[in-house]
């Protein structure tokens, strides 16, 4: 038997807009820029919800109405859910729509979108307290199953979300930690007791979320009948396929008229029509499939690049002293009680800031400046350093001002 678990990342951060030395100390507003269409996230989120999350969500209420055995799920950050309230509010009806047919799970991770686990952990605990809290409010969902910001993972990861009561984490089956194994199984980390550790198949997943369109592919086109073959192959040498990507992968990466739409509405039927097959969520698959065997990663793990590594946001200077420098803030922000100053310093710590940082060129190059709003890493570095100086310098005089007002008393 193979359970095909889908799970589906809705991610779209605040764009810290063209922010000048020149502004520092003078405009306190770092993510909205009307000037610029590549950073205007209003627009950009519009853009998006037309071309992908308004008609995926469509198709995918769609296919649960017709097919009663398909299960999906979904990570939805804290930072977008915010976006769609204000920009896009049907988009947010689409998706609690999808989660009320009950065959929907979202699941928890950190509502920035950060790498605060690697930073401080006291701020990454608050991180998922505040996601697990919108999720509750706005689906009415307790997440069971942890999905930490780029799949980062290590072993201190696994334990601690077993101690935080979550069944299951998942992560990149990457090769390196796999060895001979396969990721199609469900695992255990070591050192824990009870989680379940569920590793994405990565090559079919990649098949889906970055070859679909790929001409020069030996396999285009790629058909869901083709692409239901290669998963009832693995029927006797697997038992769950964890099929990961960006949800933006329907119509945003791979077009409409590259026929991703058709093809995602006929692949229920095509994995159904082999009798062992079925659909679970993260959480079912957890429950449903006992640990084949114990996974050992020391070190971290993630989905970017051909490291499958943090090199992607930490992998050179300006990156690094750009994420030194946001996270040393912590004490003197938190200090402030400034509920805005807080949730600026939060919003600056979303991983994708760090990612336009990334010179990486090559093999990984060109994904890079897919992503990159900027016109160079170093324009993206230039904009969020001058933000954090506007930053640090609120907390300064919001420091200044408390102790005068104390003097005062």
Known sequence: MSSICLYFHVHQPWRIKNYRIFDIGHDHDYFNDSSDTKLNNAKILRKVAEKSYLPANELFLRLLNRYKELKISYSITGVIIEQLMQYAPDVLESFIRLVDTGRVEILSETYYHSLAFFYSKKEFEKQVDLHSKIVKEIFGFTPKVFRNTELAYTNDLAIWAEDKGFIGI??????????????NFVYKPVGAKSIKLLLKNYRLSDDMAFRFSERSWSQWPLTSEKYASWIHRINGNGEVVNLFMDYE??????????????????????????????????SEACLKYPARDEIDVPGVVTWADTERDLSAWLGNAIQESALNFIYKLEKKILSSKDEKLIEDW?????????????????????????????????DAFISFMNAANDLKLRAKTRKLNIRNAKKLD
């Not at 979303?350 to 992503?371: A, E, I, L, N």
């Open 346 to 378: 939060r919003k600056m710590q979303t991983s994708d800031h760090f990612y336009y940082m990334c010179t990486k060129w090559f093999s990984d190059g060109d994904v890079h400046k897919y992503f990159n709003p900027y016109n160079s890493p170093y």
């Open 249 to 282: 992968t329907f119509g945003e990466h791979q077009w409409k008229e590259h026929g991703i739409f058709e093809f995602l509405e006929k692949l229920p039927e095509e994995i159904l029509k082999h009798p062992d097959n079925d659909f679970v969520t993260p």
């Open 170 to 183: 998942i992560t990149e089956g990457w090769d390196n930690f796999l060895g001979w194994r396969s990721p």
